[in-house]
């Protein structure tokens, strides 16, 4: 039997919780859910899949008109019932809510377990359901689709957030040196400093995804091309190329690697952690996020490895000016995703040239 590579292994989990979600789901739900898998990645799959067992729970724990059905009984019968005053009860209830895995306990004094959902949440829920009928309505199974008239929670646009050349060159600095934390953090630091100037250098340089980086196998790489193939979230593959700089601490990095004892299941991966296993996702969260705090502006502390890719793709465009370059180089299969990015750097841009005092 093949061994399964690190994005098969992810997809294969998150099929495998999709199926667990499904129980809970009628079977209208469970088609609709099938239907995404041509368009969708599996993460976006696996996340609609949360939200409709959410919906469903909230209709026979808090609705009269469905409380005596289980949340996988639901049929054509049952979505011709919903109305819009359900829904808007529903888009009230998402506020804020007892975590329905709460088991009420003997002592009164047990204050439950509460989800808040900001704007952005209950939005990204409701988007859910709303997908949902549409494709009951455009399929013939429901006479009307009463999620149009639901009013959606208005998100806030938030700026884009990313680094300036000089906060980069900080951060880079932070990561060669030390500078800016203990002494004693500078001694862990070392044991990982080669290893994480590439991670942080890789991702600037091409604007990666983190879920891309760790899927990264030593085969995807070609230091003398200066380039290596990356998988995208919908699964299609792209060669991107790196500067000489970016090849030095890939390099650097590999000689490293190639002194550690590797555990098995791991020993094609590019990134290692210290426990000798795949770099994970939330290590590189954790990375960037350590780097960025003794390196960036004060309001930008909560650094995320996106804001990296931000920072990659909002300079790239004030160099070239080509939105569809920048595009191409984040693997955005539409141009209207980029478009914010490019706002803001056009924005800021705008304000530079007004300044008459410098």
């Known amino acids: 039997m093949s061994t399964m590579t690190y994005r098969q292994l992810q997809e294969a989990k998150a099929n495998m919780k999709i199926r667990e979600l499904e129980k809970e789901l ?80 003997d002592d009164d004094r047990a204050v439950p377990k509460l989800i808040r959902n900001e704007n952005v949440g209950q939005a990204r829920k409701l988007t859910a359901v709303r997908s949902f009928f549409k494709y009951m309505y455009t399929h013939g199974y429901i006479s009307q689709n009463v999620t149009e008239k639901l009013r959606m929670p208005k998100v806030p646009e938030k700026p884009v957030i990313y680094l300036d050349k000089d906060e980069i060159a900080r951060m880079i600095d932070a990561v060669n040196t030390g500078e800016g934390f203990s002494k004693r953090q500078q001694a862990y630091l070392e044991h990982t400093r080669i290893r994480d100037l590439a991670v942080i250098m890789l991702m600037l340089g091409t604007g990666i995804r983190e ?83 003794v390196s960036v502006a004060f309001n930008k502390k909560k650094i995320s490895p996106h804001k990296l890719r931000a920072s990659y793709a909002t300079n790239l465009y004030q160099n070239t000016g080509d939105i569809f370059k920048v595009s191409k180089s984040l693997g955005h299969k539409s141009v209207t995703t980029t478009k914010k990015y490019v706002s803001q750097a056009e924005s800021s841009r705008e304000l530079a040239e007004n300044v008459d005092w410098v």
């Open 26 to 105: 009628p079977p209208l739900a469970t088609d609709f859910l099938r239907s995404l898998g041509s368009s969708c990645s599996f993460l976006t799959v696996r996340g609609y899949a949360f939200d409709l067992r959410i919906f469903f729970r909230y209709l026979t724990a808090e609705q009269v008109d469905f409380c005596d059905k289980q949340t996988y009984e639901f049929g054509v019968e049952d979505f011709e019932r919903l109305t819009l005053r359900h829904l808007e009860m529903y888009n009230e209830y998402l506020k804020v809510y007892v975590d329905p895995r709460y088991n009420e306990p």
């Open 211 to 293: 879920s891309e980086l760790v899927a990264m196998n030593v085969d995807d790489v070609d230091l003398e091309r200066e380039a290596f193939i990356v998988t995208r979230k919908g699964g299609d593959q792209a060669v991107l190329y790196f500067k000489g700089s970016i090849r030095e601490a890939l390099s650097d990095w590999l000689d490293i690697r190639d002194t550690i004892e590797i555990l098995p299941g791991h020993e094609d991966a590019l990134f290692i952690s210290t426990q000798r296993k795949r770099l994970s996702v939330r290590a590189v969260q954790e990375l960037v996020k350590k780097y960025a705090s």
